[in-house]
């Protein structure tokens, strides 16, 4: 009897650390893990566009313009992308507003919105990663996730869960979708929706197996099965 009372006991002490740790992580690591995944995915999606979007856009000056502003741009010079330089370059605002109907001029709202992100403006990023019109595989879903790390910046959580699983949906590849569904995953989480969280984090692991996201997922499919019985 003493030795299952004892046994009880550390299952107990076992558990409550376990808690303990989880929430630490989630508090630690939540802001990291929400916003630190869109960079890569979107840098590669703009270098893609690059090569399939505009090879010959109807406008050579916007194409010429936009070809000028990704120097800036790698170079995380995100304010002189955006805006201009005052000399021979005018900014990808610029470019979105004067040639937005031109596909140099669709990928200039892209850059604009992701400067502006960069920057610490998530209304102004929302405005022209709303305004990009594409489809693709690879742009499209990583600006619609953006979207979704615009709107945790601006304390709407719950709104950019949407994104999240629909930039997810969008993208539909092992590469992009379980990253987004990750973001949502821990979104939920910090919203203490631990079903939700538990349901994203295992289409990670059944849908998406081979994915790098799913060679972890079991730890935060733990992590929220054990705080949502608390």
Same mark, same amino acid.
């Given at each position: 009897m003493a030795k299952k009372k004892q046994e009880k006991q550390e299952k107990e002490i076992e558990v409550g650390a376990i808690l303990s740790r989880s929430e630490q992580f989630i508090e630690k690591n939540k802001n990291l893990l929400i916003y630190g995944f869109g960079g890569i995915i979107v840098v590669i999606g703009l270098i893609l566009a690059y090569h399939y979007g505009y090879a010959q856009p109807r406008n050579e000056k916007a194409k010429v313009a936009i #070809?000028? $502003?990704?120097? %800036? #741009?790698? +170079?995380?010079? #995100?304010?002189? !992308?955006? =805006?201009?330089?005052?000399?021979? /370059?005018? $900014? #990808?605002? !610029? +470019? &979105? =507003?004067? %040639? *937005?109907?031109? @596909? !140099? $001029? =669709?990928? &200039? @709202?892209? %850059?604009? *919105? +992701?400067? %502006? /992100? @960069?920057?610490g403006n998530p209304q102004s990023a929302m405005k022209y990663l709303k305004s990009y019109k594409g489809s693709d595989t690879q742009l499209a879903p990583a600006l619609t996730g953006l979207i979704g790390d615009c709107l945790v910046s601006a304390g709407d959580t719950k709104a950019a869960i949407g994104y999240f699983e629909k930039a997810a949906a969008k993208a539909d590849n092992e590469f992009i979708s379980p990253i987004y569904l990750k973001k949502a995953g821990i979104a939920y989480e910090s919203l203490q929706n631990y079903k939700d969280a538990i349901r994203v984090y295992t289409t990670i692991k059944e849908k998406y197996n081979r994915s790098t996201e799913a060679m972890e997922v079991d730890r935060y499919i733990t992590r929220a099965e054990i705080l949502s019985k608390q």
């Amino acid at each position: 009897m003493a030795k299952k009372k004892q046994e009880k006991q550390e299952k107990e002490i076992e558990v409550g650390a376990i808690l303990s740790r989880s929430e630490q992580f989630i508090e630690k690591n939540k802001n990291l893990l929400i916003y630190g995944f869109g960079g890569i995915i979107v840098v590669i999606g703009l270098i893609l566009a690059y090569h399939y979007g505009y090879a010959q856009p109807r406008n050579e000056k916007a194409k010429v313009a936009i #070809f000028a $502003g990704q120097h %800036y #741009f790698e +170079i995380d010079s #995100f304010a002189l !992308a955006l =805006n201009g330089n005052g000399v021979d /370059y005018d $900014g #990808f605002e !610029a +470019i &979105a =507003n004067s %040639y *937005g109907g031109t @596909k !140099a $001029g =669709n990928l &200039a @709202k892209a %850059y604009a *919105g +992701i400067c %502006y /992100y @960069k920057l610490g403006n998530p209304q102004s990023a929302m405005k022209y990663l709303k305004s990009y019109k594409g489809s693709d595989t690879q742009l499209a879903p990583a600006l619609t996730g953006l979207i979704g790390d615009c709107l945790v910046s601006a304390g709407d959580t719950k709104a950019a869960i949407g994104y999240f699983e629909k930039a997810a949906a969008k993208a539909d590849n092992e590469f992009i979708s379980p990253i987004y569904l990750k973001k949502a995953g821990i979104a939920y989480e910090s919203l203490q929706n631990y079903k939700d969280a538990i349901r994203v984090y295992t289409t990670i692991k059944e849908k998406y197996n081979r994915s790098t996201e799913a060679m972890e997922v079991d730890r935060y499919i733990t992590r929220a099965e054990i705080l949502s019985k608390q």
